[in-house]
């Protein structure tokens, strides 16, 4: 098992747009291998290439243990207009502490349609329903936050949504 090192805010690379993969090989297909091992140690559900120091557009995405879905270069195709507020949190978005996560509640599309490239090169096709089961709620979640890494997103860069508490 290969660990990688996550970097975390306020890591400038974080914030940088992603290139496309050129080439799927040995070595991407390792290098991808290792994010998972790292997404494991870190008891995370979802990976981005950046968050390891590599600015390429691969990401993994894993709601169902031993079920990870390795993505090179999507394209969201289609999102739901139908919202949802979930909390979320972030491998490279820690407290203080360095080990709890900062959480932020964040409105995204319940549902995504993608194109994308697995590790055999294959292109596919990825329509998730949030609205199927709590699986695909959270799949199509954890999707559009690692796509957001892809384009130097965080999820601290979403407005937080208030409740009547918190306004006080």
């Not at 091992?37 to 993994?60: F, S, W």
């Not at 892809?150 to 508490?165: M, N």
């Amino acid at each position: 098992m290969t660990l990688l090192q996550i970097i975390k805010e306020p890591n400038p690379l974080l914030r940088a747009i992603s290139s496309p993969v050129e080439v799927i090989d040995a070595d991407l297909k390792d290098f991808m291998h290792s994010m998972l091992d790292t997404m494991h140690a870190e008891k995370g559900i979802g990976i981005a290439a950046i968050q390891v120091g590599h600015p390429i557009r691969a990401l993994i995405v894993e709601i169902k243990s031993g079920f990870p879905f390795f993505i090179i270069n999507p394209v969201v195709k289609a999102l739901s207009i139908e919202q949802i507020s979930l909390q979320e949190g972030c491998l490279s978005v820690r407290e203080d502490d360095g080990i709890g996560f900062i959480r932020n509640d964040i409105e995204r599309p319940i549902s995504i349609n993608i194109s994308y490239t697995n590790l055999h090169g294959q292109t596919l096709e990825l329509d998730i329903d949030g609205n199927k089961s709590e699986y695909h709620k959270w799949f199509a979640r954890c999707l559009q936050h690692e796509m957001d890494h892809l384009d130097g997103k965080l999820l601290i860069d979403y407005q937080p949504i208030l409740s009547p508490v918190d306004e006080l």
